[in-house]
């Protein structure tokens, strides 16, 4: 059996499909398993170097002093970035690479199910889709595309059925859809359009749950949380990701100007950006965009995961792979921890995502583990990078994922 991976994208040590595959990617090329190619190594072995994807951007860059012209310029950012990825199919791979030479083609992106089809009709494999994506590829983009002037957002929704019409015919598309879990289904299936198709395409659909490479903290160059300004004896609540709604940033924004209140010791360590801005408070610490999160993980007490709607979100792995305790919201691809057994996953409390009083009792409740019952609060420690090592290793991952396309047959 020969699976493509059809990476036309840099592979980048961060979140989403680039991040997924980078890992992936920088395993076998220590550990290599001749079922599982990346086109980006077939192109760079016939042409010595990876074309890159074109990806347009609109050039006038020229602010729009009418309402009109706001909204051209609007329309037209909403077409490039929703309507036009399914249309392009201008990447062009050496005609040396015999893409049937593969028994399955697996795309990253969902817009790449129609571009394949159309580019490659006669490919006589099967192509497998993931979608990366926290909820549909159309409300992830759309909200990339969110403007500040509501009147602009009114007008553009009307794409919105459009845009979902092309992603629904991506679906259709493949032969097969993998997913990390079932439950990362829930909030595509949120739209009942989507619902409805995903329930007429169940037997296209496979799991295998992601995975992290372990790691090895270099000590001579890690960054240490000092440099922030916060004391050795602080109690340091972690949260990286994006600062929006759909990730929970301001329940946990409301819940942690609580616990600043009640325990002066307590220090919230954040990176990432959005929409929602950030408490002023001196202990509340802002780091923006960082590449380092695997320097200063370890280094926090407690991990809070507070999505509202989450795919299998690799921050949660990370958190597991360090061995820092976790509160997080049970949907989602958050669900699947919760049927691990029990005894396995101590160092992970559940709440409901709006129940802020729940979040906030669980928080509670470690940090005076953590003052009070040191032997407790280090099992859950211990318990949660077993997690990691037992169920999320990438060769574990490699295992998993070459039986279950097998399985397809």
């Known amino acids: 059996m020969k699976i493509l991976i059809w990476d036309i994208f840099p592979l980048e040590n961060i979140g989403g499909p680039m991040g997924y ?20 190594d077939l192109i760079r ?18 602010p729009s002093k009418t309402y009109l012209g706001k909204l051209f310029r609007r329309l037209k950012d909403v077409y490039i970035k929703c309507l036009f990825p399914f249309r392009k199919t201008k990447y062009q791979i050496p005609s040396s690479i015999d893409i049937n030479y593969y028994e399955y083609v697996h795309l990253h992106m969902v817009p790449h199910a129609l571009q394949f089809r159309k580019q490659f009709p006669h490919y006589n494999g099967k192509v497998i889709l993931t979608t990366h994506c926290p909820c549909t590829w159309t409300d ?10 509501s009147k602009l957002n009114k007008i553009t929704k009307f794409l919105r059925p459009i845009i979902l019409q092309e992603e629904c015919q991506a679906y259709q598309s493949v032969d097969y859809i993998m997913f990390p879990c079932k439950g990362a289904r829930e909030p595509y299936q949120r739209d009942p359009k989507v619902s409805a198709l995903f329930e007429s ?10 995975s992290l490479p372990d790691y090895n903290i270099d000590n001579s160059t890690q960054q240490k949380i000092s440099e922030f300004g916060i004391p050795q004896d602080a109690f340091i609540i972690a949260f990286f990701g994006r600062h929006t709604s759909i990730k929970g940033y301001d329940i946990l924004k ?15 360590l954040c990176a990432g950006n959005g929409n929602i ?17 695997d320097d200063i993980l370890p280094q926090s007490n407690l991990y809070i995961l507070p999505n509202r709607e989450t795919y299998f979100d690799l921050i949660a792995l990370q958190v597991l792979r360090a061995g820092v305790p976790m ?3 049970e949907t989602g691809g958050n669900k699947y921890f919760a049927i691990l057994p029990e005894d396995e996953r101590r160092g992970l409390l559940f709440y409901k995502s709006e129940d802020k009083d729940l979040l906030t009792a669980m928080v509670k409740k470690i940090v005076d583990l953590y003052n009070f019952n040191s032997n407790e609060y280090n099992e859950m420690r211990q318990k949660n990078r077993f997690l990691y090592e037992t169920y999320f290793t990438i060769d574990k991952y490699v295992m998993d994922y070459i039986d279950a396309v097998e399985n397809l047959k």
């Open 21 to 40: 595959l980078y890992n992936l990617h920088e395993y076998l090329n220590v550990h290599p398993n001749s079922q599982i190619t990346f086109l980006s």
């Open 45 to 62: 072995e016939k042409e010595g170097t990876v074309a890159e994807w074109y990806n347009p951007v609109s050039k006038n860059n020229k």
């Open 140 to 149: 992830e983009i759309l909200s990339y595309t969110a403007s500040a002037t």
């Open 201 to 210: 395409i169940e037997n296209k659909f496979f799991y295998v749950p992601s």
């Open 254 to 268: 409301e819940v942690g100007v609580r616990l600043l209140e009640e325990y002066p010791y307590l220090y919230f």
């Open 277 to 293: 801005q950030p408490p002023k408070h001196p202990r509340w610490i802002e780091l923006g965009f960082i590449r380092n999160v």
């Open 327 to 329: 509160v997080l919201s």
